[in-house]
């Protein structure tokens, strides 16, 4: 990490950045009243190894059907996975879902708790998707690590790690509390579309004069 790294000024440029771009698919269904813990929680089902473009469509759709774990019920696992037509694993995922949704009914008379114990204690549940539900649904300090926050920390030098699992342990130590959830509200769509897997557009970054580029090679 560069000696003149601030965080707080890094994010503030990131988040200026990204406003022309559209938002972190869950942070946009919450903008869209999709906002319970169960909501959230599906959404962040399908969207493993999904892009934003498919899982808001995607959940958009489900919820037209289903928005309860009780209405999600009726639904046997074939209807399920067609309505998840078009995200990775729609078969997997239907059981998953209802896998969620009869212990949400049969444990917590329908109502989730709002608590990463109890959301990870749900098969096909990690903490990338409990912390993610917990930071948009309850706006609970929460730091969700996926592929960009991962990319993007490392690159920029302020975590050195391997495995996002890692990333997250260092950034839960480093970051202040208050930011937590921004990090995956303005990282996933920095990632994205600016400090990109290949070809980052370095040349125009905002926040280029903080970042020691760490295995840059080729940029735009």
Same mark, same amino acid.
């Not at 008379?109 to 098969?123: R, V």
């Given at each position: 990490?560069?000696?003149?790294? $601030? %965080?707080?000024?890094?994010? =503030?440029?990131?988040? &200026? ?10 942070? $946009?269904? @919450? &903008? ?7 909501? *959230? #929680? ?8 999904? %892009? $934003? ?5 995607? =959940?958009?759709?489900? @919820?037209?059907?289903?928005? +309860?774990? &009780? ?26 879902? %209802? ?15 709002? $608590?990463?114990?109890?959301? +990870? ?10 912390? #993610? ?17 991962? /990319? !993007? ?5 302020? !975590? /050195?790690?391997? *495995? ?10 480093? !970051?202040?509390?208050? *930011? ?6 303005? #990282? ?20 280029? &004069?903080?970042?020691? *580029? ?7």
């Amino acid at each position: 990490m560069k000696p003149n790294f $601030d %965080l707080t000024l890094v994010l =503030s440029r990131v988040e &200026e950045a990204i406003r022309p771009y559209p938002k972190a698919a869950m942070f $946009d269904l @919450f &903008e869209r009243g999709y906002n319970t813990v169960f909501e *959230q #929680l599906i959404s962040c089902i399908i969207s493993i190894r999904t %892009l $934003d473009e498919t899982t808001i469509p995607v =959940s958009l759709r489900l @919820f037209e059907v289903a928005r +309860t774990p &009780e209405q999600l019920l009726k639904l046997d696992p074939a209807a399920l996975a067609e309505l998840l037509y078009g995200t990775q694993y729609p078969d997997q995922k239907a059981y998953t879902m %209802l896998g969620i949704a009869k212990r949400a009914v049969e444990e917590f008379n329908g109502q989730i708790p709002a $608590d990463f114990e109890t959301l +990870t204690s749900f098969k096909g549940v990690g903490p990338k998707c409990a912390n #993610l539900t917990l930071g948009v649904a309850t706006g609970q300090a929460a730091i969700s690590v996926d592929i960009h926050v991962h /990319r !993007v920390t490392n690159r920029w030098g302020y !975590v /050195r790690t391997g *495995q996002p699992e890692q990333t997250l342990k260092v950034l839960e130590k480093h !970051v202040p509390v208050a *930011q937590w959830i921004d990090i995956n509200r303005l #990282l996933m769509p920095f990632g994205k579309h600016i400090c990109t897997g290949t070809l980052p557009k370095c040349s125009t970054c905002p926040v280029l &004069e903080y970042c020691e *580029q760490v295995g840059v090679t080729r940029h735009r």
